[in-house]
């Protein structure tokens, strides 16, 4: 499978806790976003890399949240001090700045961590 | 800043009858905009998506969506969906950098026999 793949799918934690998740972009993407997805509602942007650098991070990300992309390949998204409003489906996403690529800048999902606070 | 405003949470409609998802947008740049599905335990799927050329769009599995840029409005039809099509839809836009994608609260479409 050559997909974006994410771990854990599920992650259930008590209030206070800290997590970290992980994404494994498509090989050679070179943008990596991730997205926060509650009940009823579509994804929320959260934050993007090219390569090993942090672009752009939303408002959403409190200062509890934390994402790194060290080598340019696989991201992890950390979350401390858990709060149950942080209760949601983390999605991760990659895709290919790369000229001539027929899929530029279209963005390939993973199937998301369900994180539950208690 | 861009904004999209999926009118109808819900749309229940019978198996091969037509039916029609709203969207609409708000930006102040130039947009791409973009259909995602996600079926039941699945992750999100590209469904179609506008960049440039044609106002009318198509995916593989018949539906269709119209870029109107002077009604702001991006709606994706299809004129026979089937029971595979349950799904939830969401409508998407980003800028031309694409650095991020604003998506839609999405529609559930619920197909009846």
């Known amino acids: 499978d050559t997909g974006v793949s994410q771990d854990p799918r599920h992650k259930i934690t008590k209030r206070g806790q800290n997590v970290t998740f992980r994404c494994d972009p498509i090989?050679?993407?070179?943008?990596l976003y991730w997205y926060r997805q509650t009940l009823g509602q579509g994804p929320e942007f959260l934050t993007y890399?090219?390569?090993?650098?942090?672009?752009?991070k939303s408002r959403l990300l409190s200062d509890r949240f934390s994402a790194e992309r060290p080598k340019g390949s696989f991201s992890t998204l950390e979350i401390q001090r858990t709060e149950q409003g942080d209760s949601a489906m983390y999605l991760c996403?990659?895709?290919?700045?790369?000229?001539?690529?027929?899929?530029?800048?279209?963005?390939?999902f993973g199937p998301g961590t369900r994180l539950t606070v208690l | 800043a861009q904004s999209v405003t999926q009118l109808d949470s819900q749309v229940p409609v019978f198996e091969e009858a037509p039916v029609e998802l709203r969207c609409n947008y708000s930006?102040?740049?130039?947009?791409?905009l973009f259909w995602y599905v996600q079926y039941p335990n699945q992750g999100l799927q590209l469904l179609l998506k506008?960049?440039?050329?044609?106002?009318l769009v198509e995916s593989i599995n018949g539906f269709e969506a119209e870029f109107n840029k002077s009604q702001t409005s991006f709606h994706l039809r299809k004129p026979s969906v089937h029971i595979s099509d349950t799904a939830e839809y969401f409508c998407?836009?980003?800028?031309?950098?694409?650095?991020?994608?604003?998506f839609g609260s999405g529609t559930r479409l619920s197909i009846r026999p």
């Open positions: 996403a990659s895709s290919s700045t790369l000229a001539g690529r027929t899929s530029y800048n279209e963005q390939f």
């Open positions: 930006s102040s740049v130039s947009v791409y």
């Open positions: 090989s050679e993407h070179n943008r």
């Open positions: 890399f090219q390569n090993e650098a942090q672009l752009e």
């Open positions: 998407a836009v980003s800028d031309s950098s694409a650095s991020k994608i604003i």
């Open positions: 506008y960049l440039s050329g044609s106002t």
